[in-house]
């Protein structure tokens, strides 16, 4: 399969804890995506980069949140000090040169804060 | 920013039916608009999109109508089977002005499709 891919799939934490989340986009797609989905709920947009660049954040990213993209390939979302609120599947998403692009997404990782 | 609005958040329909989902975006600028179903436990998967220029879209059984004016735009998909039982979502995104082609999908909250055999 050469769609995006998330690692872990699921995550069990205690509240308090950290945890990071993997994505690897299509190969050649240069734009990437962080969303959450909470159950019932259509995705929200977390974070965007362009390559390497971290170029949009939205509000819902607290200064708990930090995502990377060394090198423009794979990229991290990290969680620190997790509350239950955070409980969440966190999508990631790529897509590739131009605006109104198809964005696919991967198949998510999803947390659960106890 | 943008708002977006889907109903209803729970259709049921018998085999060989159609089924409608519509919604409705406020930013004016929103000009690509794409539909994902979802699965249970799958990534959202994207079916059919229209952009602004375009009223109506076709794909086999699903089309996709926009009213740019009225500011929504519909899902139809005819002929319904078992396996198009998901969750559909619509989205509404505009480019960002003097950007770099960044994307935000505002998604709307869901229809919940139930196929009866």
């Known amino acids: 399969d050469t769609g995006v891919s998330q690692d872990p799939r699921h995550k069990i934490t205690k509240r308090g804890q950290n945890v990071t989340f993997r994505c690897d986009p299509i190969?050649?797609?240069?734009?990437l995506y962080w969303y959450r989905q909470t159950l019932g709920q259509g995705p929200e947009f977390l974070t965007y980069?362009?390559?390497?660049?971290?170029?949009?954040k939205s509000r819902l990213l607290s200064d708990r949140f930090s995502a990377e993209r060394p090198k423009g390939s794979f990229s991290t979302l990290e969680i620190q000090r997790t509350e239950q609120g955070d409980s969440a599947m966190y999508l990631c998403?790529?897509?590739?040169?131009?605006?109104?692009?198809?964005?696919?997404f991967g198949e998510g990782s999803w947390l659960t804060v106890v | 920013g943008e708002n977006v609005e889907q109903h209803p958040s729970t259709l049921s329909v018998q085999e060989g039916d159609s089924a409608v989902i519509k919604c409705t975006y406020s930013?004016?600028?929103?000009?690509?608009f794409p539909w994902y179903k979802q699965e249970l436990g799958k990534r959202p998967q994207l079916i059919i999109d229209?952009?602004?220029?375009?009223g109506e879209k076709k794909d086999q059984r699903i089309a996709v109508t926009l009213n740019k004016t009225a500011k929504h735009f519909s899902l139809h998909i005819t002929e319904t089977q078992p396996e198009d039982s998901a969750v559909y979502f619509c989205?509404?995104?505009?480019?960002?002005?003097?950007?770099?082609?960044?994307?935000?999908?505002?998604f709307g909250t869901g229809t919940r499709l139930l196929v009866s055999p």
């Open positions: 998403a790529s897509s590739l040169g131009q605006w109104g692009n198809t964005i696919y």
């Open positions: 190969s050649e797609h240069n734009r």
């Open positions: 980069f362009q390559n390497e660049a971290q170029l949009e």
């Open positions: 930013d004016s600028a929103s000009n690509y």
């Open positions: 229209i952009r602004s220029n375009v």
């Open positions: 989205a509404a995104s505009n480019p960002l002005t003097g950007n770099t082609g960044f994307q935000k999908l505002v």
